[in-house]
């Protein structure tokens, strides 16, 4: 069991995979869904912090190439209608909903584009990253099916 957490924790820090599918994987792989829960939203929180110590110190330096355009352009033209019009707010939703690229990596850059205060950006991904761990877990777990 050890081992299948330490692979899905590897599976949560990949950038547009995080616990969109990890979550979905850990399950599939028949560990308690609670468990699985806890250890991808956990892992995915956490890369909230290194995500913007990359971006501080080694972003300026890569702005410039092909891919990193590339992925600034996703980035603002997925998040600007909901970072510039709610703040914060806004962030939180934009990392909740479920979708790859939606994630802590794209909301902490989201972030660190439109200029959201640090510790407000920090919250603001960490609640996007829990409620979009609650909403694929449930998913992921058949909850939902229940419901229909």
Known sequence: MLLDLVQLMVLTCLPWLELRGSIPAGIAM??????????????????????????????????HWRLSQWVLRGVRRKSHKLVQKYGPLGLALFVAVPLPGTGAYAGSLAAYVFGVD?????????LGVLFAGVFVTLLSSGVFSLLL
Do not use: K, Q, Y
């Open 30 to 63: 028949g560990l308690d869904p609670f468990s699985v829960f806890v250890v991808c939203t956990g892992v995915n929180m956490l890369l909230v912090f290194p995500v913007f110590v990359f971006l501080d110190h080694v972003f300026p330096f890569v702005e």
């Open 118 to 126: 640090r510790r407000m950006a920090v919250n603001a991904v960490a």
